[in-house]
């Protein structure tokens, strides 16, 4: 019987063969480093798989975009990685063509640390204000999210100027901001994973974003209102300077 050591570089080996001949990329699932440290800013990792200029990680620190969270920006072994791709749990790296990266190599992943720390702390904003808007105006369906690097933005189906409901948003989410409180970031099932945040007496929700330790590292924020379309309504958040 193999070690898991020995199955896994059979498995490596396998996938190299196979797929590369296929054209595809590996399946296996990479262990995604900014759930369990958000804060991390520099991974040495391996390379599992090279095809052209897609590349994968056993391990990585660079979000892929997802839920509206765009993706992280950075480099693999000084390479630009130029977009970074959900493929089930795996996640592809296209990197820039004159990479000389191949399987088994050890690499350094850098990500911008401003760029991913801003994001983070625009998405729990989002976060609040949606949780906000669903605990005190009757769940309204949420038409589509986006947070970056300058703004966040949650739509919603909504009859009215949603500007109306701001001051209410501005000041309950400023509260829990002012608070500092902590926010707890944790699988709900690791095997499908699935993860969540939680405020305590404040909510418990679904997410697989990258997520502050405090919402105090938020700081202040404001709200502006964008009319989409009839019955379509925009709230765009920003961070104070």
């Excluded at 990329?25 to 900014?34: D, G, L, R, Y």
């Excluded at 904003?125 to 769940?139: G, K, M, P, S, T």
């Excluded at 966040?152 to 509260?175: H, M, T, V, Y």
């Excluded at 919402?215 to 009319?227: A, C, Q």
Aim: aromatic share 10%.
């Amino acid at each position: 019987m193999y070690s898991f050591n020995e199955f896994r570089e059979v498995s490596r080996l396998f996938k190299k063969g196979d797929k590369q001949h296929k054209g595809q990329v590996s399946t296996m699932a990479v262990e995604k480093i900014f759930w369990t440290n958000p804060y991390q800013a520099e991974l040495i990792a391996t390379v599992t798989f090279v095809n052209g200029t897609v590349v994968t990680l056993d391990k990585t620190i660079f979000y892929a975009l997802a839920g509206g969270q765009e993706s992280d920006k950075g480099n693999i072994h000084g390479f630009k990685v130029l977009k970074a791709e959900k493929d089930g749990r795996e996640i592809r790296y296209t990197v820039e063509e004159s990479h000389d990266l191949k399987t088994g190599d050890e690499v350094i992943v850098e990500i911008d640390w401003n760029r991913r720390y801003r994001l983070m702390r625009l998405h729990f904003a989002a976060e609040i204000i949606l949780e906000l808007v669903y605990q005190c105006f009757n769940r309204p369906e949420k038409l589509g999210a986006h947070i970056a690097e300058d703004k966040a933005r949650l739509d919603f189906a909504w009859e009215g100027s949603i500007s109306r409901i701001f001051p209410l948003l501005e000041q309950k989410a400023n509260e829990l901001i002012n608070a500092d409180l902590p926010v707890k970031s944790e699988f709900s099932d690791k095997d499908d994973e699935q993860r969540y945040w939680e405020i305590e007496d404040f909510g418990k929700v679904s997410c697989g974003g990258t997520h502050i330790r405090k919402t105090g590292e938020i700081g202040p924020i404001t709200l502006k209102r964008n009319n989409i379309g009839k019955g379509k309504e925009r709230i765009e958040i920003y961070l104070s300077p």
